[in-house]
């Protein structure tokens, strides 16, 4: 069921920065708890980040750890993924979900927007 509207991505030099956005016009978001996710062709989808309700609990994969920073505006209805540092390996379809808990389960979440691609390659 796609409720969420990623944007942000692109294609970036290895090194190179991006920040990811997850939005809806369809309900409140900070009812939600907030995962980031992404699926590399030929790869299972891994939770890469999330974060509670509040901002106040984040979580990362090892894999993104120190380098992505997941963050939300409840004001703007708006959840981020910055990402720093970006390798080739964080290639990928990247898709925000929102659900009751905090998880890197994606079958805890209810709602998911369709993705964003970001491309890393010099």
């Known amino acids: 069921q796609l409720q969420l509207v990623e944007s942000g991505g692109g294609l970036v030099q290895p090194g190179g920065s991006l920040r990811l956005s997850c939005t809806t016009s369809r309900f409140t978001l900070d009812y939600y708890a907030i995962g980031w996710f992404r699926q590399a062709p030929g790869k299972e989808r891994e939770g890469i980040a999330c974060i509670d309700r509040s901002g106040g609990y984040t979580y990362y994969a090892d894999s993104v750890k120190g380098r992505f920073t997941i963050s939300r505006d409840n004001a703007k209805n708006t959840v981020y993924l910055r990402m720093n540092s970006l390798k080739p390996e964080d290639t990928a379809l990247y898709y925000c979900?929102?659900?009751?808990?905090?998880?890197?389960?994606?079958?805890?979440?209810?709602?998911w927007g369709q993705g964003t691609q970001v491309t890393v390659s010099s």
């Open positions: 979900t929102a659900g009751r808990l905090a998880t890197m389960t994606d079958a805890e979440y209810d709602y």
